[in-house]
Nanobody
Framework: QVQLVESGGGSVQGGGSLRLSCAAS????????MGWFRQAPGKEREGVAA????????VYADSVKGRFTISKDNAKNTLYLQMNSLKPEDTAMYYC???????????????????WGQGTQVTVSS
């Protein structure tokens, strides 16, 4: 079993920055692939960024490329999402997710992730 606990959300003005953290515990083989997703009220949960925690390869949604950075500290077993130049449209509940394996073409799709955190709210004001 894997447990994921997010932290770091909050309220910020447009143009500001936040760093989200996701502490992972449990079987290491179940967190080879990790991602950040977000869900705004009335919208589908969408993939923001994902990482292969073994080799460090990353993928980003077009809407956050150049502004967000996903990283993993394997020693601390913690996933991060550095969010810069935040916009009001980034406002959402942000979730951390993990899986043992996900095909490269599907790493921003929520369906293949087995484990989810409880979420942390990010609110960006204009």
């Amino acid at each position: 079993q894997v447990q994921l606990v997010e932290s770091g959300g909050g309220s910020v003005q447009g143009g500001g920055s936040l760093r989200l953290s996701c502490a992972a515990s449990g079987y290491p083989g179940s967190t080879n692939y990790m991602g950040w997703f977000r869900q705004a009220p009335g919208k589908e949960r969408e993939g923001v960024a994902a990482i292969n925690t073994g080799v460090g390869t990353t993928v980003y949604a077009d809407s956050v490329k150049g502004r967000f950075t996903i990283s993993k500290d394997n020693a601390k077993n913690t996933l991060y999402l550095q969010m810069n130049s935040l916009k009001p449209e980034d406002t959402a509940m942000y979730y951390c997710a993990a899986a043992g394996y996900i095909r490269s073409s599907r790493r921003l799709l929520k369906d293949d992730y087995n484990y989810w955190g409880q979420g942390t709210q990010v609110t960006v004001s204009s």
